[in-house]
């Protein structure tokens, strides 16, 4: 784009100098054709056909002569040319003052009619070009959403027939004062004034009635030409308008480059301009009044703006951005509002979509107050120099629009147009849900909006925990309601006011018709989020909405969250090489701060105290810890760990039992398939390349006569292999293995270990160790197991669950506005992730993190761990059946006993079916799921900054894009069994099996021998951890395997998301499901040597906690 052509001497026009033939024209007198050729300012033709501005040839004809003419065109802008004096700022603050209390300048507003409209005002969203052609700004990124509001006005007249300039205000938020940003737009692209200094002439002018505006009027040829490029006389609508800033900001796009920008707002369907004025008009222009035929209501212009905008549903803008590229060699004149800039070379850009969606009532349209003060940093109106300069004009534009803004609307709406609606609110149950804020509703539906109400201003504590309160407002009828916004208006903190208000749902209930609406919240209102529009409780697909006013609401939500959830690092940081965060590169995408602190209220722990506490009081713990004797001591017998249990923790049957019968091979087998770890059991094809072994080693262990390959074949045979533990750092002074251990389904249908192999290498000097060897052997060797799978379980298990899950709810919240039915279905099972994640980042995988006091791969190899693993991770890993089918254990009659298998298959069968009714509710066939835009956006989002490639672009197996019915449900089945049931399994039965730490060392303190029969008691207990490692170690776990006081279970919903009946027919069903499966695993532990209970649904939680 180019720059103007601007020119410090005053505009000119070029004016012919007459031909021959015309008879009795005096020297120097313009003839007819003289006069007609003065056409206005440079680049003022109207962009429109068929109509025209003869203002300078009605100027030319009064004045005569062609030199008095030029004169008058040569000096208009004089006076904004001169330099300022060394009194000009006191003159400036001196004319400000006359200007605003100015009696002539009131004198130009005409009385206010009894019951008539002055403003028409309606609300709605303004959307940033996706695609800007204009310079990238940092107010103005691409796809941004605000909301807004446009008041429309005349400059004068309350009689909407009459000659007056019409205006535009648009505010860019929904508050009646303040926000980042007003313009205050009017038709017309020139000002009738390009100084303060004007406005004084233009207002004494027209205060003297019809001849003082006349006179005014021929005094300068732009004065004529600017009233009629403004004003408009019997306009069809005020949507047939195109609404100019005239005066140009300052505007500091990203680059950093100065520029100035002016603004225009235009029909978003091309609706021309109707009411300019006719050249007969234009004659006599002074003259505001309407004609006499019009017999239209004086503010027909507001209802039926009113009427268009109900009729249609919203009424659409186009808001345009013009701007010139300001150089060393620019004029003052590039910032006289009475000049318009070269359009071949200044474009038009279209820089937001506005979207009026629901209309004011009278009273609250004149509540709002704009003013071009409102406006972001970068971009800002010229500071002027003096009452002369160009840049002053601004100043008396505000003035200008303030003379209707400051009038007060006699309408009083009649009775019959107000309907009482009884508000009901529901405060959560939380720890600290209630507030003490003030909290206030606006109601929209298809008819227009309500007022801003406050709800329960003069009730004690209506916002109380667990309080629910109603009232009644009166206000006009919108029709039916679309949505409601609730904002709360925090006080002082430092007064003791609560301010963080957690809103469980508002009922609406109009008494005229009883009907009801239900707006599902469950969510916090903080200092930062003060404001939430909520949709009624059902829930739809976005291609489905019925309405613009709950699609663009839709997209504000999720606009909002996004900015709030921002992934720590994209593919485009990977592909610039800007990691924020290098120490967790090659990980699954997570939430930017690494402050628990600093989350977003709602991905926060339901009592922040508590969760503090807990965290707190494990550190003191550790930091407080005093054993009898040296902390790093050695205990001495077995025995000790046991009363090292009975001293500072709980004790239970369960853990009684594992005391009492860890050695033996069968309670081995039996942990490998229903311990804390019972995913990393495979079965065996053939022999691993690191496992030379003979047959005769294990021929005693084999009780069916048959040999190792036929055992093999017939699918006796499994495996424990760990060798992602090979490269992978240990802590100081700690040890483990990456051993294999091969088992083996005896004819009794146990599994038992028979072969074990403590280092990843095929060196057959390498010691294999099996049951026929020294009992102390067998037990160290297996031991070297037990902590091996420690590290895997706590790392690659549960970290890596947890963080693989992360991504999912960063999406969901990215992409998916609550009104969603994904976003209703998943988000109780994935609300706490992200706070898991966060704790666990900054207590367990920091340096000098819980961590480092007893893990071997601490210090360092535990994120190592974590990043081999995820170069493994594929999607398809959550999905149990394929798990199962690819570890090679789904056969229950190959591998009997196996409780976690059969539960979890029983489990995922239940969430499958929920699943597939909830996806068929609300996607009726699989071009529905294609059509769902935040479905989409939320699979790529995924795709591509949850699950990232890193180097090598490795595809971790999620779907870009999911087409199907059948590929969704998978999808949801994976997620909520995986948050639920895989949790449960992994999770709570820690303590039950690690609070005898010899069963499950997290660690060894001396390097297992490498030949047999060098091992004894002695070198057993020196390579057990000590008091302290075991203390930390039984301290985590125990903190781990709690479970927290408020837990929801599964199939249970206490947050009403959804409120449809159908829905909760499906869950009704799920929790019948659930029933059964618990009433089959109750008699299966029966007769269970060992129940297992740690999929019973009714002690699984819904999700991550």
């Known amino acids: 784009m180019g720059d103007s052509d601007a020119d410090e001497s005053p505009t000119t026009v070029a004016v012919s100098e007459g031909e021959g033939g015309q008879e009795d024209q005096s020297p120097g007198e313009m003839s007819q054709q003289e006069q007609l050729s003065c056409e206005g300012p440079p680049f003022g033709e109207y962009p429109g056909e068929g109509w025209k501005n003869v203002a300078y040839s009605i100027v030319g004809t009064e004045v005569r002569t062609k030199t008095e003419f030029e004169k008058r065109l040569n000096k208009q802008f004089q006076s904004a040319l001169a330099e300022p004096g060394f009194f000009s700022g006191i003159r400036h603050s001196w004319k400000d003052t006359k200007l605003n209390n100015l009696f002539g300048l ?12 002055w403003s028409v005002a309606a609300s709605g969203f303004a959307v940033i070009n996706q695609n800007p052609a204009f310079p990238n700004h940092s107010f103005f990124p691409a796809g941004k959403i605000f909301q807004c509001r446009l008041r429309h006005s005349n400059q004068f007249s309350n009689d909407d027939a009459s000659s007056d300039v019409r205006y535009a205000a648009l505010k860019l938020c929904d508050d009646d004062e303040g926000g980042p940003f007003d313009l205050i737009m009017s038709t017309g692209r020139v000002a009738p004034f390009f100084n303060l200094s004007g406005l004084e002439r233009f207002a004494e002018a027209a205060s003297r009635g019809e001849e003082g505006k006349r006179k005014w009027l021929f005094e300068s040829p732009i004065n004529y030409w600017a009233c009629v490029d403004g004003e408009r006389k019997s306009p069809t609508s005020y949507y047939a308008q195109h609404y100019y800033s005239k005066a140009g900001y300052n505007f500091l796009a990203n680059d950093g480059r100065y520029r100035l920008a002016k603004f225009r707002l235009i029909p978003a369907d091309g609706t021309g301009e109707s009411g300019l004025l006719s ?39 186009k808001l345009q951005i013009q701007y010139h590229e300001v150089k060393d060699y620019d004029f003052s004149s590039i910032y006289n509002v009475c000049e318009l800039w070269n359009v071949d070379t200044h474009d038009w850009l279209d820089l937001a979509d506005v979207t009026l969606t629901a209309d004011f009532d009278p009273v609250s349209a004149e509540q709002i107050r704009f003013d071009l003060a409102n406006h972001p940093t970068n971009i800002n109106l010229p500071e002027p120099k003096s009452i002369d300069d160009f840049k002053s004009a601004w100043e008396g534009l505000m003035m200008m629009y303030n003379l209707q803004q400051k009038e ?12 009482h609606y009884v508000v009901t609110t529901e405060t959560g149950k939380l720890p600290d849900a209630g507030t003490n804020s003030s909290v206030f509703l606006t109601i929209t539906g298809t008819k227009g909006r309500t007022g801003s109400h406050e709800l329960n201003k003069y009730v004690k504590n209506p916002f109380a925990i667990g309080k629910v309160d109603a009232m009644a407002i009166k206000d006009r009828h919108v029709g039916k309601i679309l949505t409601i916004q609730i904002t709360v208006i925090n006080h002082d903190t430092q007064l003791g006011f609560k301010t963080d208000w957690f809103l469980n749902r508002v009922v609406i209930t109009r008494l005229d018709s009883s009907d009801t609406y239900v707006f599902p919240c469950y969510r916090w209102f903080t200092l930062k989020n003060s404001r939430a529009i909520l949709a009624c409780g059902k829930a739809t697909l976005p291609h489905m909405e019925e309405t613009r006013h709950i699609s663009l609401a839709r997209q504000l939500e999720v606009q909002c969250r996004r900015q709030a959830y921002e992934w720590a690092c994209t593919k485009v940081d990977i592909d610039i090489d800007q990691i924020p965060d290098p120490k967790f590169i090659n990980l699954p995408g997570r939430i930017r701060t690494e402050d628990y602190k600093l989350l977003p209220r709602d991905a926060q722990f339901p009592s922040e105290r508590g969760f503090q506490q807990l965290v707190q009081t494990l550190k003191s713990s550790f930091a407080n810890f005093r054993p009898v004797g040296p902390p790093w001591e050695t205990l001495k017998t077995i025995d000790d760990f046991k009363q090292l249990i009975t001293g500072m923790f709980e004790t239970n049957d369960f853990i009684n039992y594992v005391i009492q019968n860890w050695e033996d091979d069968e309670e081995f087998g039996r942990q490998c398939l229903n311990g804390p770890n019972p995913t990393q059991i495979r079965r065996v094809e053939s022999l691993p390349y690191n496992f030379p072994i003979t047959e005769d080693m ?156 007893f893990l071997a791969i601490a210090g360092g190899g535990h994120v190592e761990l974590l990043k081999k693993a995820y170069r493994k991770f594929t999607f398809k890993i959550l999905n149990l059946p394929v798990d199962l089918d690819t ?48 479905l989409l956006d939320w699979t790529r989002d995924l795709h591509t900054n949850g699950y990232i490639g890193w180097a090598g672009n490795i595809d971790h197996g999620f779907p870009a894009k999911i087409t199907t019915h059948g590929d969704l449900i998978e999808v949801v089945t994976c997620i909520i069994f995986t948050a639920s049931c895989q949790q449960a399994a992994i999770t709570y039965g820690q303590y039950d099996y690690g609070a005898f730490v010899p069963n499950m060392p997290p660690t060894m303190n001396q390097e297992p021998p490498r030949e047999k029969g060098r091992t004894t008691m002695q070198s057993v207990m020196a390579s057990l951890p000590t008091k302290k490692q075991a203390w930390h170690a039984m301290a985590t776990v125990f903190m781990i395997s709690s479970r927290s006081g408020n837990e929801v279970v599964l199939g249970n919903y206490p947050d009403r998301h959804f409120t449809e009946c159908e829905v909760d027919e499906i869950v009704n069903t799920f929790q019948q499901q659930l029933k059964n499966i618990s009433e089959s695993i109750h008699e299966r532990n029966k007769l269970a040597k060992v129940p297992y209970e740690y999929l019973l649904p009714e002690r699984l939680p819904n999700g991550v906690a």
């Open 106 to 117: 009131r004198s130009l507003k005409t009385p206010k009619a009894d019951n008539s409209l």
């Open 279 to 317: 050249e007969e008009q234009q004659k006599e222009i002074w003259l505001r009044k309407r004609d006499q035929e019009d017999k239209r209501l004086l503010d027909y212009l507001k209802h039926e703006y009113v009427e268009r905008l109900r009729h249609h549903g919203t009424i659409q803008w």
């Open 408 to 419: 007060k609307s006699t309408v009083q709406l009649e009775e019959k147009e107000f309907v």
């Open 698 to 853: 294990i021929v005693a262990s084999l009780d069916r006569g048959l040999s190792l390959s036929e055992e093999i074949k017939a699918g006796h045979v499994y495996v424990l292999s760990y060798h992602e533990l090979a490269e992978i750092s240990r802590h100081v002074d700690c040890y483990v293995t990456e051993p294999t251990c091969l088992l083996y389904v005896n004819s009794a249908g146990n599994l038992v270990p028979i072969a074990i192999r403590l280092y990843d290498t095929p060196d057959v000097t390498e010691a294999t160790w099996t049951p026929r060897d020294r009992g102390l052997d067998w037990l160290h060797a297996k031991m070297c197991v037990r902590v091996a799978d420690y590290q895997l379980h706590q790392i690659t298990g549960r970290i890596m669950t947890n963080m693989i899950l992360e991504p999912v709810a960063m999406a969901l919240l990215r992409n998916f506005s609550s009104a969603h039915p994904l976003y209703k279905l998943m988000m109780p099972h994935l609300r706490y992730v992200i706070a898991v994640n966060t704790v666990t980042r900054a207590n367990a995988l920091q340096q000098s993190g819980i961590y480092d006091e």
């Open 887 to 934: 570890r090679g254990v789904a056969d229950n009659d190959a591998l009997p006993n196996y409780y976690y298998r059969d539960d979890s298959l029983m489990l995922w069968k239940a969430v499958s079916d929920f699943a597939d009714k909830m996806v068929h509710l609300y996607y009726s066939t699989d071009q529905d799921v294609q059509d769902d835009q935040e």
